[in-house]
Nanobody, 124 residues
Framework: QVQLVESGGGLVQAGGSLRLSCAASGRTFSNYAMGWFRQAPGKEREFVAAISWGSAITYYTDSVKGRFTISRDNAKNTGFLQMNSLQPEDTAVYYC?????????????????WGQGTQVTVSS
C-alpha cells in the first residue's frame, strides 16, 4: 500500500503560481511512477502530468506544457507540481497518484493509489 496526501492548493489570481506537494508513505515511493490528475466541476478526471520513478521521463497534457513542472524527491518521498501562469480553466481538484507502470501512464486506470485531492481555484 502507498498512502498519498496532497497539499498546497488554494485560491490564486490568474497569472499566479502554486506548488502542489504529494507526500507518500507506505511502500517505497521510488518504485512507483507518479501522476497528477485534475477534475473540474461537472467534468471527468483528466491527466495533467506524470513522472517516472527516476525522473528521467515526464509527460504533460498539452494545455499545461510550458506552465506546469512535475518533479519528485525520492529521498523525501514527495512529489511536486509547480504551476505557473495559472488560468481560470485550471480550476479543479488536483489529485496525485502512484502507478507501477513503466514508462509512466497517462491513464487514470493504471494508477492504483490516489490521494484525497486538493482544491485549486484560479480567479479571473
Amino acid at each position: 500500500q502507498v498512502q498519498l496526501v496532497e497539499s498546497g492548493g488554494g485560491l490564486v489570481q490568474a497569472g499566479g503560481s502554486l506548488r502542489l506537494s504529494c507526500a507518500a508513505s507506505g511502500r517505497t515511493f521510488s518504485n512507483y511512477a507518479m501522476g497528477w490528475f485534475r477534475q473540474a466541476p461537472g467534468k471527468e478526471r483528466e491527466f495533467v502530468a506524470a513522472i517516472s520513478w527516476g525522473s528521467a521521463i515526464t509527460y504533460y497534457t498539452d494545455s499545461v506544457k510550458g506552465r506546469f513542472t512535475i518533479s519528485r524527491d525520492n529521498a523525501k518521498n514527495t512529489g511536486f507540481l509547480q504551476m505557473n501562469s495559472l488560468q481560470p480553466e485550471d480550476t479543479a481538484v488536483y489529485y496525485c497518484a502512484a502507478s507501477g507502470s513503466r514508462p509512466p501512464s497517462k491513464l487514470s486506470k493504471d494508477y492504483g493509489y490516489w490521494g484525497q485531492g486538493t482544491q485549486v481555484t484560479v480567479s479571473s
